[in-house]
């Protein structure tokens, strides 16, 4: 191998210790694989001339002055289809709920409001509505300002401006306080318009009305009218037998967003009892007492319900029996019904309470006046009703207490009784005054509005069907 040769490899082999040496000292500077035109132009040095080789110290020096090339940094990744920035919102609503014994001054300081705010915000809202109406349970939505750094003096313990708060008493209602540059917390009421529209349902009973309902889907305040409307005339005990059915004519109420927001008024009712209906159609004649008369104009209403209770059993009738603790035969004078503790038990007629509180055997009892003829008895309750107390006027169908095992009692039920001048009487035997009949102008118009009624129910059930002129 000739010296040139010899003297070429040995300069090559020095140039790679050397690049190695300043790229550990410089781990910018990219490997031989990588390192482009400045080692290429190295080993491209003549071999064939030994005086051109340059000398290691040269090189050495060379090497130190390489530049290594630069590289654009990556471009960002192309954006995921479907994926949007999200803003970061500067307001802040909370929802909260008004416990029992709460006021709202206690809501909004609870929930970290400054004291001068929660008491600016309670002053505004006073002259625009009456905060004594606030209900444990109503919904309040509470809105903050965005976070700010620093001293929060103003701002409570949240760093947040309180801008304000709103409710709603009622679905067509929304009272809201705002934070205002010109007046400081201002109230106002807003007004929401709902549009409405017709529901219709039908079920067949297998069990009971109050399973079938539930499996139709009969909203839970409708199936509560629905039984006080045939309980005047329905033993939900006895008279009702699988394969009957019921058929359900409802409003729904909807906001501005078409979003169903209440449950209307029972409009129609209809029970299919051992093949026969029994109809009833909702009507307000010129006395403006709303009711559910027949196809005839005879209102529904009776001076008292057949049935105090709902989804209750008749475990014990009026008549002789061998009481169940006692041990002997006794005279039972009403009716038992069995049902789970905490049932509601409703008036069975308008009147008043003369007689509540414990009552020795009945345990925890309430009596009605109805009229001069009528009373009625309900025991054993577990407690009552909010606001019962002697004198309370009551009206037929509303709960006045709920159902227990106070007394000597056996298990949770209601005991109801039935005085008639006085004196007890079975229950399922007292003639019960019919109520209102439909006459003159009246009549006429009840008459003339049983097809529209019809109609709906024909609309709501084939909403799809266009009526043809």
Known sequence: ?????????????????????????????????????????????????????PRLPSLISTAHAITPPTFAPPAPPPPRPGIEAVSIPTEYAKQVRIRPGDTLMHVLTRNRVASPDAHAAVSALAPAYDLRRIRAGQSVTLRFGPITEGDSGGKGNTGRDF????????????????????????????????????????????????????????????????????????????????????????????????????????????????????????????????????????????TLMRTPIDGARLSSRYGKRRHPILGYTKMHRGNDFAARKGTPIMAAGDGVIDTIGRKGAYGKYIRLRHNSTYKTAYAHMSRYAKGMRRGTRVKQGQTIGYVGSTGRSTGAHLHYEVLVNGRQTNPRKVKLPSGEQLRGTDKKTFLTGLPTIRARIVAATEPNQIAQD
């Open 163 to 302: 801008l304000g708060l709103s409710f709603k008493p009622s679905v067509e209602r929304l009272i809201r306080v705002r934070l205002t540059h010109e007046r400081g917390y201002w109230a106002d009421e807003v007004e929401t318009k709902l549009t409405l529209g017709d529901a219709f349902v039908e079920g067949r009973i297998d069990s009971s009305l109050f399973l079938a309902a539930k499996r139709a889907k009969l909203p839970i305040p409708v199936l509560m009218e629905l039984i006080r409307v045939f309980s005047f005339d329905v033993d939900f005990q006895r008279d009702i037998q699988p394969g009957d059915g019921f058929r359900v004519l409802f409003e729904r109420r909807f906001d501005e967003t078409g979003e169903e927001v209440d449950t209307g008024e029972l409009q129609y009712a209809a029970m299919r009892l051992s093949g026969k209906t029994i109809e009833y159609f909702r009507y307000t004649p010129k006395s403006g007492v709303t009711d559910y008369f027949d196809r005839r104009g005879q209102s529904v209403r009776k």
């Open 1 to 53: 191998m000739s010296r040139a040769r010899v003297l070429a490899i040995a300069t090559l082999v020095a140039t790679g210790f050397v690049y190695a040496g300043y790229q550990a000292s410089h781990p910018g500077v990219p490997d031989l694989d990588r390192a482009g035109s400045s080692v290429r132009a190295v080993v491209s040095v003549a071999a064939s001339d030994e005086h051109s080789l």
